[in-house]
């Protein structure tokens, strides 16, 4: 975005609501990513008990095999949720060195800017921690409907 400061003086008012709409996006975001974490670590836990129930019951062994298998998919794709990189975010000191004596309107113009592009890397994080929470949702259904059917095969 190249605009002469003329230009950049008179849409102010354009950049404040554009750079605070950024911040408000990015907030929830995060709010977003950090719900994705805390449903995967109770998936986890779901699936953990499970697995523990089952194994200390007489079951159909090749479907409760089955079953672990789904378990044990589960734990890893629980794992990937987490590894995915962290939420980004804007780094004050740089931005303090770059900026602190350009006009308000250039600070914001680049201010903006910069969240429209941290918003984007963290979108690709987003989309990749929600494809393997449902990895591991869907697992985890897979895992609970096996399990109920080699326990009641056994009965």
Same mark, same amino acid.
């Given at each position: ?15 404040e609501f554009?750079?605070?709409e ?7 975001q ?9 449903k ?5 836990? /779901? *699936? $953990?008990? @499970?697995?523990q129930? %089952? +194994?200390t019951?007489?079951?159909h062994? #090749?479907?409760?095999?089955i079953? /672990? *298998? $789904?378990? @044990?998919?589960?734990? %890893? +794709?629980r794992?990937?949720?987490?590894? #995915? ?25 680049e ?19 929600a ?12 895992g609970l ?11």
């Amino acid at each position: 975005m190249t605009m002469t400061p003329a230009e950049l003086e008179a849409q102010k008012d354009t950049l404040e609501f554009l750079n605070d709409e950024a911040a408000s996006r990015l907030t929830r975001q995060s709010d977003s990513l950090a719900k994705i974490d805390t449903k995967a670590v109770f998936l986890i836990g /779901f *699936a $953990a008990t @499970a697995a523990q129930f %089952l +194994a200390t019951h007489k079951h159909h062994d #090749v479907l409760a095999y089955i079953a /672990f *298998a $789904a378990y @044990a998919v589960t734990l %890893l +794709a629980r794992v990937q949720t987490i590894r #995915v990189a962290e939420h980004k975010d804007l780094e004050p000191r740089p931005m303090l060195v770059a900026y602190a004596r350009s006009p308000k309107s250039q600070v914001l113009a680049e201010l903006a800017a910069s969240r429209a592009t941290i918003f984007e890397k963290n979108k690709r994080r987003h989309e990749l921690k929600a494809r393997y929470w449902a990895v591991s949702l869907w697992s985890l259904v897979v895992g609970l409907g096996l399990s109920t059917v080699a326990l009641l095969l056994h009965t």
